[in-house]
């Protein structure tokens, strides 16, 4: 059975996403929460940002390569280079908070090219203070003393006393990437270096540092990505379809490509049956990337 056969029901998913504050959406890109109630569970997680996963119900673990990394009850899953499959004993229903590039590194610490690819016990980042919150919310969540927005905006208030400063120049270069990202589905690599004023050798040292990647495979994820979602839209048009192929070598480099960052080929995008990818492929994990060319649906 591929990787693709055998993945849980769009069907059988409940996902709510749950909009933080003004002031921290800078570093959260969304709060969502997210049920399912089947016994087992399979999907693939999609390349994307990092995540604080609060487990109010079920375990599971996700696999990098040959490495398997568990769940635990709040984990801290890093910026992904490729996507990667899961499978958790259910039922299945957690909060959580999707990070962008500056909140990974105003909440962590960590630079992402060196935690890249894992899940962690977010107690290790953020100390035993996490896992005391993980306990009451899963307390009061299976005792339906408060709701999942309810429970969201405590997680987000946590997250807010943990922000801590990162270098303005820095945050300027993240702000440099993703207007280098918007302009183009394939951007020049070399354009970077000069809107950003940094050596090519410094851009790409804090790309790797804040995105987890060089700059090359930055491109090819966020393209693919990107794609993706347009694929998944039902008001992309055929002529836009074809559009998208003058950016990729041949159809079948595109499908690899969107199978190596997404998890899936373009045949599986339109028949309900990915849940986690369409959930994270959502606009609003595309905030900060507004592109110039090609805008994705909603934008």
């Not at 999707?98 to 909140?103: A, D, E, I, R, Y």
């Not at 408060?146 to 702000?175: N, S, W, Y």
Request: aromatic share 10%; charged share 25%; hydrophobic share 40%.
């Amino acid at each position: 059975m591929s990787a693709e056969q055998g993945l849980t029901p769009a069907s059988k998913i409940t996902l709510e996403y749950i909009q933080p504050s003004d002031a921290l959406q800078p570093f959260i890109t969304t709060l969502y929460y997210f049920r399912c109630d089947e016994r087992e569970i399979r999907d693939i997680q999609p390349a994307a940002v990092g995540s604080l996963i609060v487990f109010l119900r079920g375990k599971g673990a996700m696999r990098f390569g040959d490495r398997a990394d568990p769940s635990h009850l709040v984990s801290l899953l890093a910026p992904l280079t490729y996507a990667a499959p899961f499978e958790v004993n259910g039922p299945f229903h957690t909060i959580g908070a999707s990070l962008s590039p500056l909140g990974w590194a105003a909440l962590t610490g960590l630079k992402a090219d060196e935690a890249r690819d894992r899940m962690y016990n977010a107690a290790s980042i953020f100390g035993e203070e996490i896992t005391h919150l993980g306990e009451n919310l899963r307390q009061d969540y299976l005792s339906q003393s408060a709701t999942p927005t309810e429970l969201c905006a405590r997680l987000a208030d946590f997250l807010a006393g943990q922000i801590k400063p990162v270098q303005p120049k820095h945050v300027e270069f993240m702000r440099s990437v993703n207007a280098w990202m918007s302009s183009d589905f394939n951007p020049d690599i070399a354009k970077l270096a000069e809107i950003s004023g940094y050596s090519n050798r410094q851009v790409q040292r804090l790309v790797e540092r804040y995105f987890g990647v060089t700059p090359k495979i930055l491109v090819r994820k966020y393209r693919a990505l990107r794609i993706v979602a347009l694929l998944h839209d039902p008001t992309t048009t055929d002529e836009q379809v074809a559009e998208l192929l003058n950016h990729f070598y041949d159809q079948s480099h595109l499908i690899r490509e969107v199978r190596s960052f997404a998890g899936r080929t373009p045949a599986r995008f339109g028949d309900s049956e990915a849940p986690i990818l369409e959930s994270l492929l959502d606009v609003r994990n595309f905030r900060e990337i507004k592109p110039n060319v090609a805008p994705l649906p909603g934008e």
